[in-house]
Structures are given as C-alpha cells and as structure tokens.
C-alpha cells in the first residue's frame, strides 16, 4: 500500500473540539446555546443509530438536541405541522427530518417546509440555489466534509479532474458543485455513464458516492490519485456483518496518492459538519460572527 490514508476520525474530533469551543464563549459572552432538533420518522435501524449518533455528539458539544421519534405511519399532516413548530421555536436553530422517510411521505414537500435558516443538511430548495449560484448557503454535510479533507490534503484545488460518481440530491450534484466551486473540471458519472473505469481513470480527484459495495477498482484509479469513497455498505464476510465503501480500499490504496477508509473517513466528517452547521445558523441567527 502507499497510499496515505486520510484519517477522517481525527480531522471530525478536531473540528467537535472547534465547535465546542465556540458554543462555550457563546454561551458565557452570550447565554445563547445552539439547539438541533432531529426527526425520525419510523423505526429503519440504520437511521436509530445515526439520530442516536447524532443526539450523542450534539449534547458533548455542548449544544441542546432535541429528538422527535415518530411512529411511521405518522401522516404529512402531523409531520408538517411538527416541522412548523420547530420553526417558530427559538430554542431550536437548526432541523434535520432523517432519510428515507417511510414511502407515503413526501420528502421534498417535507425538506422544503423547513425554515432555509435552519435547513442545516442543506436539502431545502432554496440552499440548493444559494450553492448553485455561489451565494451563501447551508452546505449538505456529506460533501462538505469531504471538501474540507480533499483542502486539507490539497491546499488548492484548483484546475484539478475531479470525477464524482453519483447523481443524487444529498451527495454527487452538491459535491460536484463545491468541487466547481473550488476551480476543479468536474464530471459527474452515474449508472449510465459509458465505460466508467476510463472516466474515473481520468480523475485527479476521484469522489465515490454510489452505494455498491467495493465496485470501484485500483485499476480505475488513477496512480497518484486522491480517492474520498463515501459509499457506507453492510457486508457479510466470514460469517461477521461489516461496513465497506464504494471502492475496493486494498487494490486502489496500492495506486492511490491519498484514500479515505471505511468507516473513519467520510462519516464522522458528516456528522461533525452538522454540528458545525448548526453552530453557524445559530450564529446567522443571532448576527454573531460566524466559525471559520
Ligand atoms: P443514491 O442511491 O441516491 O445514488 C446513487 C448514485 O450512484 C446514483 O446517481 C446512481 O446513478 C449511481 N450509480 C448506481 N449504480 C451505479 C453504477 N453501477 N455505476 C455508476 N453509477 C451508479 O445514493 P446516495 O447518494 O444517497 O448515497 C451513496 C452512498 O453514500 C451510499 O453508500 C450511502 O450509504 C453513502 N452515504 C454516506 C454518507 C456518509 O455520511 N458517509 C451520507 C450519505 C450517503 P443513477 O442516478 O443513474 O441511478
């Protein structure tokens, strides 16, 4: 292996600590103490172990979490009515409804009825514009984690190949757009896309965001690259349940420049990223100089 490996671990536990920071000379300076208030919708075990991940590193920051568990048959109706509760409460700066939501709710009509203030995953309508058009938005945690570690590695980033492989809403288009907004020539790949090892050999930058165990291969990767593999799969092998990537970590960390690892890359960036979001509409909220 010669890869260096980007320890996401390590970069989330700096930025916690920075988070904490700010929230304590917030509250001694200001008696303001930044909420986040989380919606769970159903009983799906993946998302019971991130709302309780999530509620965890919250309250450790000092910060106040708020945890809406519902059955899920809950109808709109209740749903969106509890979303405009939240939005008039003052206690809570920043909302997150956890996805998927169960099948007869309809996510975008929920996203879209947060307040865009407190729309700390970045999905409402209006942030999407705001990071399209480069204007000052709540950034989706996923990618923005993952553009602090590829600055982190990088410095610039500018007139880097970057490919993203992914389309969606909540990783590939909003990654792509912070990597055009750092100056990279972005491609984004996806389940069409023709003959994708060469589209991704062609990468400086080489963003995994597709949700199928270890498909991307060292042979795609092109020497020297830097690879952020989002994907979070749960495998059986040998008989033990275990969480993989997107890319295959042993054959594209032997041709890689630099990979993060599955897990302690890019999920506890995203978390860590929520905090520091939540932080920041707080601040926006109250007109108080943002963290940097
Ligand atoms: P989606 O299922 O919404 O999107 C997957 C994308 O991958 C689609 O655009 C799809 O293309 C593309 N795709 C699927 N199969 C192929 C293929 N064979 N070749 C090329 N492209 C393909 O997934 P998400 O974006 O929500 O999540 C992606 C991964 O990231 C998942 O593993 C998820 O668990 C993980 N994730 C991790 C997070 C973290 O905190 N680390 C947070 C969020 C997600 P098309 O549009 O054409 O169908």
């Avoid at 600055?151 to 792509?176: E, F, Q, T, W, Y």
């Avoid at 295959?248 to 993060?260: E, M, N, P, Q």
């Avoid at 707080?282 to 108080?288: D, V, W």
Wanted: net charge negative; with cysteine; aromatic share 2%.
């Amino acid at each position: 292996m010669s890869a260096t490996i980007i320890d996401g671990k390590a970069f989330a536990a700096r930025i916690r600590q920075q988070v904490a920071d700010h929230v304590a000379r917030m509250k001694a300076d200001h008696g303001l103490t930044p909420g986040l208030a989380v919606v769970l919708v159903g009983e799906d075990p993946a998302s019971q172990v991130y709302v309780r991940s999530k509620g965890k590193q919250t309250v450790e920051c000092g910060m106040a979490s708020f945890e809406h568990k519902l059955e899920a048959d809950t109808s709109e109706a209740d749903l969106l009515a509890l979303i405009d509760r939240l939005n008039a409460d003052p206690a809570v700066h920043g909302i997150l409804v956890q996805l998927p939501l169960p099948g007869h709710l309809n996510s975008d009509l929920v996203i879209n009825r947060i307040d865009p203030a407190k729309d700390v995953d970045g999905f409402h309508i209006s942030n999407v514009g705001l990071l399209g058009t480069g204007q000052k938005a709540m950034v989706p945690c996923t990618p923005l984690g993952s553009l602090m570690m590829l600055r982190d590695h990088h410095g610039s980033l500018s007139g880097m190949n970057a490919v993203v492989v992914g389309r969606s809403n909540i990783v590939g288009k909003p990654m792509a757009q912070l990597l055009l907004g750092d100056s990279c020539t972005v491609t984004i790949a996806h389940s069409r896309t023709r003959d994708l090892p060469a589209v991704c050999r062609a990468a400086d930058i080489l963003v995994a965001a597709v949700g199928r165990p270890e498909m991307i291969q060292g042979d795609w990767v092109k020497p020297g690259a830097t690879v952020i593999d989002v994907g979070i799969n749960r495998v059986e092998r040998d008989g033990k349940s275990r969480l993989v990537g997107d890319v295959d970590f042993d054959s594209a960390a032997a041709v890689a420049g630099a990979i993060t690892p599955v897990p302690g890359g890019v999920g506890p960036m995203t978390i860590a990223c929520l905090l520091a979001n939540t932080l920041t509409a707080a601040c926006r909220t109250h007109g108080l100089p943002e963290p940097e």
